[in-house]
């Protein structure tokens, strides 16, 4: 079911409406998948509209409809006719916005039906005092084409309202909508599939087969497959079990197949081989580059001839009968003129010529030509629909033979016979082509807008086992601990065996080894790991901004959890409490069929439950007696606690028949020693997840027990540098939650001396609210502060450019901090350089990386192998940027 924005998001961070318009789009997304406003993939119209508007022109919304139809359609329409839909006549009497939501809806709906897109629109309004917003959810066959398209009918209406409203003055220029909807038009036009593709990817979604198109966003890029220039390159499948095709072409079938089937003598020599009857050619003389050669052949196979291109494909068509020399060479001359030297020549066979689609092992459709070969006709001829019930069994099972020969699980088989109720060979008939990337809207049965019963049995072939095409999905999603848990599960499913693909904050890994390197919590990681062909499982840390921006990668996954809600990122996208951003988070959790974990300690992940439909939910709790664990047991649920000793606790999974020890805390690594709360959670969340994938508990105790918080296993969490004499240590906490998680750890740390820290605040959490409260938790517990800037170009690429030095070193001195201590460096590396220098034997040194973890890391080892000497002051070389906070 829909969620529906908060109003207050109408007024707070609201971009500022052009004066000269009532309506303006404020926010437009096409979502992939599943997100707030529906199930599927779906087009997103957030509009700001002026109070005049309901007063406007849209007092003659008839007039104001078919003077839209008339822009789309000039002269079909009269302009003074009635053009306004029957649902119309309830609405004269509605509340501000509605008359308004249903004529940009209608709007809508033409505008897309002008575009060939069939689509269905609706609105809502969200009231703000005075003013209104509304809401379009547009769902069409490419959601891009939908926005595009809502985005226009959004000016034109405006347009007409300032129009018939008497104010044209102010209306937006009829030349420059007239330009843009043509810009429109050659948009959807471009984005427009094929009759094939459409019909394979219907036919995939009805099996419940996954469906990446790899030619468009995110990916665009990719090398296209094998296939015609037009059709869609698809992956249907994930992962292991993935199939990619473009057009009928797939990966299931080699490039030397391919290359095999387009040279007419390869493929000719293997169908002879395989015992199916073939139109008779020399043995000997195959190199036929010359018109001498040509009639050579001809005379010694004996007329009539056919003369082809050795090449499918080559641009020319084939001859037809040829009874003489002279009739050879004319045809050699006319393919030698057009850059086709290279011919094969073989003995004319007369009669029909029949294209028959071979699916698997069975004929299930046909077209005749009548009379001559289908290669002589150029296109001139069109096939005739043919029932292939009327075929002999015996021709049918030559076609079947000749897909079978070269292991293609499609094909169209080209024949030819006299009589097709008997044998080829009672017929002097033969298979004369064999073309491994049929068309599929050559098949289109009567009655079908696409060849769906072609494409239902062709991905029968491909995907034979109900469920074949998918492979388990692990999504996890939360404020902070999303990475790390992804890294700990991801390590001990490959230790059960399995080969993992994980897509996180710091890139794509198959097997631990990274793939791409960026920001891949979202959709274009989930996606970029599907589509990696080694990979039988797929954990998918899942991110705020995906879910809001663009939606869930997959309609389904199999286990998922949220680790923790709390501030961050508010104020974004219509999300503006807790409650809004639990109930975005719970979209992971909802689409999971095998189990859930949430956060047994966190009420916004327990209100998660009683939409949970997967079954059980395992709750992370630190406290095992609370009550609502008790009643959570009770009711056949599962838990994973901490039971024992402070000092190191054992994770233990509990339920209603007793407790199951898992691993004691203090023997995983990236708790050190049971100090890192937060990792001990992670760790807990990692092994309820994997228990409940089916991994035994003594592998995930051995995964977990060499899991530690490395450079190599977690880049900028939580990392520890050693062999310093004082203590250096890289994180990546950018919310008040994840600063207190860290100086809770640090709070446990023997540390003699000062407390010094590189701190940055990125515009990813730009509320101030969050600035101040992470400020002030660390403003009380370090001694030294060194502000740098995030607005370098790298990390601006990664999306963390963001709040400047001299504002966060402002927050922290009003949060208490020493204004002398409180120090502005803008630049990352001479800010580390300063925190490295000034650090003496037995203090701190924190420095908060975010996306520059690896960076950060060999800056430290550097000044660790090559200590810089220091000067007497004890000034660092980034003296020349050093400001005091108060000094601006």
């Known amino acids: 079911m829909r969620r529906c924005a908060s109003t207050e998001g109408w007024r707070r961070g609201c971009e500022t409406r052009a004066a000269s318009t009532m309506l ?112 379009l959810l547009i769902a069409c066959e490419d959601v891009e084409t939908g926005r595009r398209a809502g985005e226009w009918a959004v000016r034109a209406v405006d347009r007409l309202l300032a129009v018939y409203g008497g104010d044209e003055a102010r209306a937006e220029p009829s030349g420059d909508l ?70 009928t072409a797939t990966d299931r079938v080699s ?68 009874s003489g020399a002279p009739a050879v060479a004319e045809a050699y001359a006319r393919l030698a003129a057009a850059g086709i030297r290279q011919v094969v020549i073989e003995r004319y066979v007369p009669g029909h010529t029949y294209r028959l689609l071979v699916v698997g092992q069975a004929v299930i459709a046909a077209t005749r030509w009548p009379g001559r070969p289908a290669e002589a006709c150029g296109g001139s001829e069109a096939a005739a629909r043919f029932d292939p019930d009327r075929l002999c069994a015996a021709v049918k099972a030559a076609a079947v033979s000749a897909c ?62 109900a469920g074949q095409a998918r492979i388990p999905i692990c999504a996890i999603t939360g404020t902070n601990g999303k990475t790390t848990t992804s890294r700990m599960l991801a390590r001990i499913l490959q230790a059960a065996g399995h080969r993992v693909g994980l897509a996180c904050t710091d890139g794509v890994y198959v097997q631990g080894q990274r793939r791409k ?25 899942t991110s705020r901004g995906t879910l809001v921006r663009q939606g869930l990668a997959f309609d389904r996954c199999d286990v998922a959890a949220c680790t923790n809600v709390a501030s961050d990122h508010l104020d974004e996208e219509g999300i503006l409490t807790l409650e809004q951003l639990a109930t975005l988070k719970r979209l992971v959790v909802e689409s999971a069929e095998r189990c859930v974990v949430l956060n047994g300690d966190d009420p916004r992940c327990l209100a998660m439950r009683p939409f949970v439909k997967a079954k059980p939910i395992y709750l992370v709790a630190r406290d095992g007696a609370a009550d609502h664990l008790a009643a959570h047991l009770a009711a056949g649920g599962l838990a994973v606690v901490l039971v024992g000793a402070q000092a190191g606790p054992v994770i233990t999974l509990r339920s209603r028949d007793g407790d199951q020890p898992i691993v004691a805390t203090n023997r995983v690594p990236a708790t050190h020693g049971s100090a890192a709360r937060h990792n001990i959670d ?23 027990e060499g899991f530690s918080s490395s450079i190599e296993d977690t880049p900028g969490r939580l990392n520890i540098v050693d062999g310093l004499p004082f203590t250096v240590i890289l994180d990546y906490a950018h919310n008040p939650h ?151």
């Open 24 to 135: 303006a789009t404020r926010r437009s997304r096409a979502y992939f998948g599943r997100s707030l406003h529906g199930e599927g993939p779906i087009a997103y119209l957030c509009l700001d509209v002026d109070p005049r508007a309901e007063t406007s022109g849209l007092q003659q919304t008839h007039a104001c409809l078919a003077h839209l139809r008339e822009m789309l359609a000039p002269g079909d329409v009269d302009r003074d006719g009635d053009g306004a839909p029957a649902r119309w006549q309830v609405c004269q009497g509605d509340a501000p916005g509605h008359r308004l939501g249903m004529l940009l809806v209608t709007a809508v709906e033409q505008v897309l039906g002008s575009l060939g897109e069939a689509g269905s629109v609706s609105h809502q309004v969200v009231a703000t005092g005075a003013d209104c917003g509304l809401e």
């Open 178 to 247: 007239a330009t843009a909807l043509r810009a429109l038009r050659d948009f959807a036009a471009s984005r427009r599939t094929p009759a094939a593709s459409a019909a394979l990817m219907a036919a995939a979604r009805e099996r419940g087969i996954p469906v990446v198109e790899l030619d468009r966003w995110p990916f665009g890029g990719q090398p296209p497959a094998p296939g015609p220039a037009l059709a869609r390159d698809l992956l249907l499948g994930w992962g292991l079990h993935g199939v990619r095709l473009r057009g």
């Open 255 to 322: 490039t030397l197949t391919y290359a095999t089937l387009n040279d007419r003598q390869a493929c000719h020599d293997g169908l002879r081989r395989a015992g199916v009857p073939v139109p008779t050619r020399d043995p000997e003389l195959r190199h036929i580059n010359r018109a001498s050669r040509a009639v050579r052949v001809a005379t010694r196979i004996g007329y009539p001839v056919v003369v082809k291109p050795a090449a499918r494909g080559a641009g020319a068509t084939a001859s037809g009968a040829l």
């Open 404 to 465: 079978g020969c070269f292991g293609l699980p499609l094909a169209a088989v080209e024949l030819v016979t006299a009589d097709a109720a008997v044998s080829l060979e009672a017929s002097g008939g033969a298979v004369t082509a064999v073309d491994p990337v049929p068309d599929l809207a050559d098949y289109t049965l009567a009655g079908e807008r696409v060849p769906m019963t072609a494409a239902r049995q062709f991905l029968a072939a491909l995907f034979p086992r």
């Open 517 to 541: 390197e960026g920001t891949f919590s979202g959709i274009a990681g989930a996606l970029t790991v599907f589509l990696q062909p080694d990979v039988d499982c797929a954990v998918l840390e």
């Open 682 to 704: 992670n760790a807990m969340f990692a092994a309820a997840l994997a228990h409940g994938l089916g991994v035994p508990i003594p592998i995930i105790q051995a995964a977990l």
């Open 738 to 888: 994840g600063m207190a998680a860290l100086c809770e750890f640090i709070d446990r740390l023997p540390i003699r001396g000062r407390r010094h820290i590189v701190v940055y605040w990125t515009r990813q959490t730009p509320r101030e609210a969050d600035l101040r409260a992470a400020m002030g938790i660390i403003a009380a517990r370090f001694d030294r502060f060194i502000c740098r800037d995030a607005a370098d170009a790298a990390d601006a690429a990664a999306g963390t450019d963001g709040r400047s030095a001299r504002t966060v070193a402002a927050v922290l001195v009003a949060a208490g901090a020493p204004a002398e201590a409180v120090i502005v460096i803008p630049d990352l590396h001479n800010a580390i350089a300063e925190a490295l220098l000034a650090a003496a034997p037995g203090d701190l040194v924190v420095i908060i990386t975010g996306s520059k973890a690896p960076a950060v890391w060999q800056q430290v080892q550097r000044f660790h192998q090559h200590p810089p000497a220091r000067a007497a002051s004890g000034a660092s070389a980034g003296d020349g940027d050093r400001r005091h906070a108060r000094s601006g």
